[in-house]
Every structure is written in structure tokens, then in C-alpha cells.
């Protein structure tokens, strides 16, 4: 089954809301559920990314594209997208994907930078999913995909990775709390994924080549998979078999550390 029977089996065509629209993970969603007919909301603080997107997404498969700019670490601009969910009548996908890295070092870094960062990645999505489980449960059905990230397992930033785990555990518990088969919710943990997330001014020194040992993959590849694992149990989604290998692995290497178990 390929990836538009899989999806369009699961949800009606009704509307999707995505948050970090203006580039990578997050305009590629947009693109293929443009593709399989849903209407889109694009979220971001981009305005003419996000106009540019809209214009070529509804002239290319005859959707409505609608624009809402909005920074999510202001707690303002969040109530204004959760706002618009609770209006929405037919939202039928919510993803929470916005998020960004910071390569300054937390001690280095003023406080706020990590405030914003718990903002947009985690206090955001939960007030944007609270807002959407209210209307997908009175209409008994719904996607939800939270893109956390590989970092939530390798632990290898002290904010992004705290607050990706945070979002990856928020996931698992809403899911089991809702209890509706016909409402998926899914923690996207993508390893490295060529996209402007490593080209932005705080991952300003970043080097590609420093990790090009590890396995990169496409924002194509990403979303695809993570459409396909639509309606799988489960809710922690880590697409390509490396990064599925590598987060095993971890996994292992914690026990062993933390709870002094054997592994067998």
C-alpha cells in the first residue's frame, strides 16, 4: 500500500495545520498532504516563505493554502493558532513541527533563549494539541504528529535534547490517555535530515562535514515515512533503519549505565 492509499484510508480530506511550514520537515508535509488534497494552515514566522509556499501549493494541486504567522515562543501567538484550530471545523492533521537548534553552549547562552526554546518545542505543542484532541474526540477521529528528534535518545544537547524528550514522553502519554484507535498521535524522531535547520544564525559554525559519517537523510524521506507509519501502534517513530539501529543501541547503552541491568 503506498503512502497515499495508507493516509487517505486513515482521515477524510479536511484540513491540515502545520507549524514550521516555511521550510524542511515542515513544507515538505505540507507538499505531500497538498498533493493527496487536503487544505492547508501554514504556520511560521516567515511571512514571505510562507505566502511563497501557499501561491505554488494551490496552484499546483487546486487546495486552499491559508498563511497565519506566528512566532511560538510568544505564549500570545500560540493562543492565536490554538484559536484558529478551535474555529477550524474539519482540521483532520495537526503538526507540531516547529523547532530549531542552538549551538551556543547553555551556560553561555542568556536564559531566555532557553525559555523560547521550551516554548517551541514543548509548551506550544501541548497547547496546540490540547486544542485539537478537543475536536478530533467530538468527531472521533484525527493524525497528530509531533516531530521531536534522534537528539531526545542521544542526549546530546542539554535544551534541544530535554526538550524533544520531553515532547517524544509527551506524546506517549496523550496517546494512551486519549484511548481512541482512530486518533494517532506520533513522536517523529528524525536523525539528521538535510534541510536550513543547520544553516540558521544560532547554528551559526555548524559543519555538515563533521558528521558526515552518520546517516543524513532527505526531508523527503523523512515525511514519507512518517506518513506511512500512519496507523502503526507505535507512537515513537524513528524513520530509516540506521537511525532506528543507532537509537537501539543507546537505548541498550543506557540500561546498562543507569539501571546496571544485564542485557541479553
Known amino acids: 500500500m503506498n503512502n497515499k492509499e495508507n493516509f487517505m484510508n486513515w482521515v477524510n480530506l479536511g484540513s491540515a495545520l502545520i507549524t514550521g511550514a516555511s521550510s524542511g520537515i515542515g513544507a515538505e508535509f505540507a507538499r505531500q498532504l497538498a498533493e493527496q488534497g487536503f487544505d492547508l494552515i501554514l504556520v511560521a514566522r516567515r511571512k514571505n516563505k510562507l505566502e511563497k509556499l501557499s501561491q505554488e501549493l494551490s ?10 504567522i506566528a512566532d511560538l515562543s510568544n505564549l500570545n501567538d500560540t493562543e492565536k493558532v490554538a484559536s484558529k ?19 551556543i553552549p547553555f551556560i553561555e547562552r542568556e536564559n531566555k533563549q532557553n525559555i523560547d526554546m ?11 494539541c490540547h486544542a485539537a484532541i478537543q475536536e478530533m474526540t467530538k468527531r472521533r477521529k484525527g493524525v497528530i ?22 515532547l517524544a514522553i509527551f506524546s506517549e502519554l496523550l496517546s494512551s490517555n486519549v484511548r481512541n484507535p482512530r486518533i494517532y498521535i506520533q513522536a517523529l524522531c528524525p536523525g539528521f535530515t538535510y534541510s536550513e535547520f543547520h544553516d540558521t544564525n544560532s547554528m551559526g559554525g555548524f559543519s555538515r562535514e563533521s558528521f558526515s559519517k552518520v546517516p543524513w537523510m532527505t526531508a523527503e524521506e523523512v515525511v514519507t515515512l512518517s ?25 541498550k547503552s543506557a ?3 543507569y539501571l546496571n541491568c544485564k542485557i541479553l
Open 59 to 68: 496552484a499546483k494541486f487546486s487546495i486552499k493554502a491559508e498563511v497565519l
Open 85 to 103: 484550530i478551535l474555529e477550524a471545523d474539519n482540521l483532520d492533521i495537526l503538526i507540531n513541527n516547529a523547532g530549531y537548534g542552538i549551538i
Open 118 to 128: 521550551i516554548n517551541v518545542h514543548y509548551t506550544s505543542p501541548v497547547m496546540l
Open 145 to 166: 504528529i509531533n516531530t521531536a528528534s534522534m537528539s531526545a535518545i542521544a542526549r546530546t544537547s542539554v535544551m534541544y535534547s530535554s526538550t524533544k524528550a520531553a
Open 227 to 251: 506518513l506511512n507509519a500512519v496507523k502503526s501502534k507505535n507512537v515513537i517513530f524513528i524513520p530509516g533503519e540506521e537511525n532506528r539501529a543507532l537509537a537501539m543501541g543507546i537505548r
Open 255 to 257: 540500561l546498562k549505565k
